[in-house]
């Protein structure tokens, strides 16, 4: 049963700063000083040990010698064990790639490794209380884990710290009357910092990079707790916006720098995993760490085994999943530390949530039974059952109702404004009665959703959520008319950041090849615009950084921005209680109302449900009905569920009988939910997950016979057949397995090599396929415009002339309907495979350029997925040829010498047009750059774009320098030098 750590009630007492004075970089990061006692050590000042063996230093700059010569001196004085190791790793860190990034920062003003030339713009960085662990909770003490007070990471100390520290006296603690709870970082004396475990840089770079001053009180108690001092399993939920990923970020960065294992960390969106990739890159650079995206096509598996550092692998479920077989198929389970797992709570969807269960599930079973050690950390939303979570995933929980500013919650029924007070015998409490529109107001805005919008804006920011994706944009269109109406209050809004809003009209053409939504044109200087699947991803991120800036003031948009997008408002209107066809749930609400509120700027946020009279009485289904309970779909995830974990468990060789396959399912969060989800034994489940592989010739018995009937008990050994292996290798939904396994068999003998058509078809997913998009008229042009190699694929999937004058005609063909839909499909992705651009292919087709997008990546996704599914089919030899360069150019589908460049985070193929004329051809080029030097050369690019895309450079360029090292040593060991 998992042990509960709220620390409800838990004293709290701040621990006083240590108030000697230090450089203001270093002084408000670091609490004051107290020597652990270690084994081998005593008490006090330790002994000196060198930095390097032979006590020679080796051959650098006069700049660096110096530097390192000054970290000599004042670790010959002060060090702790645990300081002086980490300076001498970092010192290693440092001699290891100064000579290989020389001519990376030849051309370079600033040594990315090197001290700061702006020496007083580094000083003014900071110099508040920020980040210190300065809240302690009553069962844990504070200075457990604290070393000196020095900066810990020679990646941007600078000398005159240094010296100023050397010649200041050493402080002793004053005592803290609590009981300390011994921290495993200590035990295992492997804390290089006094930031919980980890550099001050950390802390530094929190408040440089993320404006982040100081943690939150539950972040401290959290970070404090005996699950994290500990290392084992936990989860914690709070409400939206709670600051829940910093403490997650902060465990994984122990796990790197302390433990010195790799790291995975699961995401529920592409989007997601890459605007991580990119938040994380200055951490990565500064501590020494490889940082690798695992979305869409994007992920190597298995993944490259180095021999000196560590990787944070930040993943979808899906390449999560992947990457953890390729692992445990390798052997090397055993170098993952951490797994993080966020929106754990997905374990209840449909169809991806059967996929995190049957990945969470072998993860605890590989734990247990290879002794692993890996740690689990879940992040979740509050949901009914934590509890039952937290069993599942043997974890200790830790919850609390922290939000960063209050929240108030506002019903509107006609003119009617009530208060949500749920905790109060009221319900709801009438407040206020708001002024009756105009009738010309009235007639565009029978809602009085405008108004409600222009209480706030353009002072405070507004998230408006709509019911579908038209009325996003229609209702942008009408707040933009009600503002015209009013000539004075017009013209402020629209002169208010005007120059931004021309910037950001501009960067949309840039990203757009010169297309620009005509909605967006006309909402963007009023302030306002709409967001939701139909934009780019390009699109959709530039008003994100736009809204965050305030250069768009209203963002009209649909639930799905409260799931993916972190994007807090002053006020969050809810225009309606549906979301399409379906009520909003209480789950959807709560994650909608969450974005109200933005931390440092709102001393409180606001939510408005708008509501008709004749729904009132759904209300209280929305705001006040309980929380929802998450409950398993491992035994109705159809492709992704129970017969795919089975079969992945017995290619991974960790289960090979019926018998030790239910004792596997024991593990699963649907054992301990067969009573409330009225299900059979387990293994009666189990029986019927057998029976469906075995009947689609998946698996089989190690010892099968010629025998029609054969026999499968407890003790029955089963082996995955050479599809079933296939299936495993390439993460493909046993839904499909057999329909493609058909359909490259039936393409084989001829298939089309003279144009790219033939393949597209292939690669592109069924899933997508399953939704006909096309209409008659259209289909028909484009197939007629054909020329003959396209239409000889054509014919050969059974689509004539014939068919699609049936198809005008309204003759349609049931059996050949998948095969049209699919054909549509894949005439699209020929269209960007040629580069034409996503708006073009979008009017073509009459679909929107976020349809065409997610096409694209899916389709690049689904190519890398039937690649390795052919690398186990012998006889699919050719496909393994033809695909393996596919699935990169598909995913961006531009030209060949774009692809370098589009490696970097956040770099789309728009942007490597411009970075490439702009002269910037290699990562190399970028990675040598300042950052005033790309804003300079590539129009419509941020100071902040810039800095981004230099880091990912350098990151690009560190991992190969890495990967080259790790090469050779490999083949000196090999050759027994």
Known sequence: MASDCENKGGLVRRVNSYKTRVPPLVAPLLPKPEFINRPGGGGGVVGKRPLFEDGQIPSLSNKKKKRLSLHREVVDQVASPSVDKMLSQDDSFFNQYVDQLADVNEESDTDMFGDSDGEDQVESVVSKNILSPSLANSSVCSVESQSPSLPMSVLDVRARALEELRNKPLHRQKEVKLVSQPSKLVKDMVDVGPFYGLPSVVGELYHKVKGVKELFPWQVKCLTSPPVKNKTNLLYSLPTSGGKTLVAEIIMFQEIVCYKRNVVFVLPYVSLVQEKVRSLAPFALELGFHLEEYAGPKGKMPPTKRLHKQDLFVCTIEKAHSLFNSLVAEGRE???????????????????????????????????????????????????????????????????????????????????????????GDQFKFCRKVSEDEQTVKQMDEDGVSQMVLEVFPDHSVLLFCDSKKRCENVAEMVARVINLNPDNCTSIMEHKKKEKFALLSSLSSEGSGFICPTLRRTIPYGLAYHHSGLTMDERKLLEEAFLSGTIGVLCCTSTLAAGVNLPARRVIIRSPFMGRNQLTNAQYKQMVGRAGRAGFDTHGESFLLVKKNLTRIVPDIVAAPVEKCLSSLH?????????????????????????????????LMSLQTSLLSLPPLSSLVSEGLQHLLSNGLIMASDETDLTQQVISSTTPLLPTKQGRACVSGNIDLTWATQLYSDLSLARPGLAVDTSLHLLYLITPYDIAQRSVYTAAIFHNIYMELPEPELAVARGLGVTEGVMVGLIMGRGVKTLQPVLSRLYYALMLLDLWQAVPIHSVAEKFQVSRGEVQALMSSAASFSSCVFHFCQEVEEFWAYQELL?????????????????LLDLPGVKAGRARQLHSAGFTRVGDIARAQPGDLVGKVDHLSYKAAQSMIQGAKLVMLEKVETLRDQAETAMLDMGE
Do not use: W
Request: aromatic share 4%; hydrophobic share 40%.
């Open 636 to 668: 109705a995830g159809g492709g992704r569920g129970l017969p795919a974990l089975i079969l992945n468990c017995l290619h991974l060789g960790l289960v090979s009988t019926p018998g030790e396959i239910t004792q596997l399912l024991t593990s699963s």
């Open 334 to 424: 055993g170098e993952l530390g951490l797994v993080v797992v966020d929106e754990v709570h997905m374990l209840g969807e449909q169809g991806r949530g059967a996929n995190l269960e049957s990945f969470l599930t072998k993860l605890l079973y590989v734990r247990d039974q290879r002794q692993t050690g890996v740690q689990i950390v879940a992040m979740s939303a509050t949901v009914g059952n934590l509890r039952e979570l937290a069993t599942f995933l043997r974890a200790d929980l830790f919850t609390d109702k922290y939000r960063p500013v209050e929240l108030r919650e506002f019903v509107k029924v006609g003119r009617d404004v009530m208060e949500v007070k749920a905790a109060e």
């Open 884 to 900: 393996e360069p596919f699935s990169r150019r598909l995913a961006h589908c531009c030209s060949p010498e774009l692809l370098p």
